[in-house]
């Protein structure tokens, strides 16, 4: 073992002379523990939250759909265009409109999508969230969100009016299912039926847009403007990131936000570690004085206290980041633990739109985290480092 490292380490395990310099040291680990921990769980969280609501984004609509303003009259014509597009692998139909739902005494307005229940399976995952796991209206048959179907307290195989504001027509449906998209923004406002039947209630042979499944849902820019030149105003183009554009950048700002601040934790217990190394100087002032006597350079001397930081902050980031993970891989157990002690639902589905807390935990921002850390630490070393080396060591033998 080198020489300076076998020092450090016997600085940082042998008790101090001055109990206060252990209690410091001892809270600066503490301190990037805390930090490291509250990180890990904090970006796991937002991580999960960024990939679940795009999965929901994707899985509800479509990687990108083609929109017109008054609707697209030749459907037919469209789809053969997108499907001379290398990038675009499948396309379906569908209609988007509002509605009144009548149920018993109770009318609540809620959006209805007509959709081809042959080719809709083919560009989202709308099939896999009907409970069944297929999407099949039959005759005169409506999916609706689950809840949707709680807030009315209907049940399947009742029946339900929906009237169009724009054609006054009203049309009665057979509830044949429900669906669990998982967020709850989509749950309780929307409900399905077939495009046929939606083309009748609202008196059009139009369709809203062409959903589209592309071969790459994350290469969406260029795949954009190749369609938007295709087809030009009064055609739109529009990609899931667009649908829900404000969500996802907010998501991805709040992610950064939070681990600046989260990162001011492990800042503060670096500022720590530098006031414990500085005590840790004025204390082996004559231990210095020592070494630099028989032939210990300045660099030695830095090297000593920068590996005593260092370790300091390594045994913080080890321990504070497998307490980070493991609550992360626990979170919804320990919000469930905590919601049954308090009464109170610290996760509610209304409010996020998500039935569970999300996490992913990614091993590359472990990495960067305990990184980060290791070398905030490093740099609060460098200062009680630097003033080590100087001492001389004819003065700090003197007076001891």
């Not at 509830?175 to 669990?180: E, G, L, S, W």
């Not at 105003?233 to 969500?247: E, I």
């Not at 004559?286 to 930081?309: E, P, T």
Request: net charge neutral; glycine share 8%.
């Amino acid at each position: 073992m080198n020489w300076r490292i076998f020092v450090a380490f016997r600085y940082l395990t042998r008790r101090s002379q001055e109990r206060f310099i252990s209690i410091v040291s001892l809270i600066s680990i503490l301190g990037v523990i805390v930090g490291v921990a509250a990180l890990i769980v904090v970006i796991s969280i937002m991580t999960g939250f960024d990939i679940e609501i795009k999965d929901k984004i994707i899985g509800t609509y479509s990687h990108m759909i083609l929109l017109r303003e008054g609707g697209i009259a030749d459907e037919r014509a469209a789809e053969e265009r997108l499907s001379r597009n290398p990038h675009v692998v499948a396309s379906a139909p569908f209609m988007d409109e509002q509605v009144f739902l009548k149920y018993e005494d109770a009318i609540t307005g809620v959006m209805v999508r007509g959709l081809d229940e042959k080719k809709e399976p083919a560009v989202s995952n709308v099939g896999a969230y009907v409970n069944k796991g297929v999407l099949e209206f039959g005759d005169e048959g409506a999916i609706l969100g689950g809840e949707l179907l709680k807030e009315l307290g209907a049940r399947k195989g009742d029946s339900i009016t929906l009237v169009s504001p724009q054609t006054r027509k009203q049309k009665k449906f057979t509830i044949v299912d429900t669906f669990t998209s998982g967020r709850y923004d989509y749950d309780a406002n929307l409900l399905f039926i077939s495009l046929d039947k939606a083309q009748e209630l609202f008196n059009t042979d139009s369709v809203s847009g062409i959903g589209m499944k592309l071969d790459n849902e994350f290469n969406t820019r260029s795949i954009k403007r190749e369609l938007q030149k295709e087809f030009r105003y009064p055609f739109m183009v529009r990609s899931w990131m667009d649908l829900d554009k404000n969500l996802v950048k907010a998501l991805a700002l709040e992610k950064k936000i939070m681990f600046i601040i989260l990162a001011l934790i492990i800042m503060v217990a670096c500022f720590n570690i530098a006031s414990s190394l500085i005590m840790q100087v004025l204390e082996k002032t004559k231990d210095i004085g020592i070494l630099r006597a028989i032939g210990a350079k300045a660099g030695d001397v830095m090297a000593i206290f920068i590996f005593l930081g260092f370790t300091i902050g390594a045994l913080g980031a080890l321990f504070g980041s497998a307490i980070g993970v493991l609550i992360a891989k626990n979170i919804n157990t320990i919000a469930s633990f905590v919601e049954g002690i308090t009464g109170f639902e610290l996760f509610p589905s209304d409010i996020y739109y998500l039935n569970d807390i999300p996490v992913r935990i990614v091993r590359a921002d472990v990495i960067a985290i305990i990184g980060f850390s290791l070398l905030l630490t490093v740099l609060a070393s460098l200062y009680p480092a630097w003033k080590a080396s100087r001492l001389d060591p004819v003065e700090a033998i003197r007076y001891e």
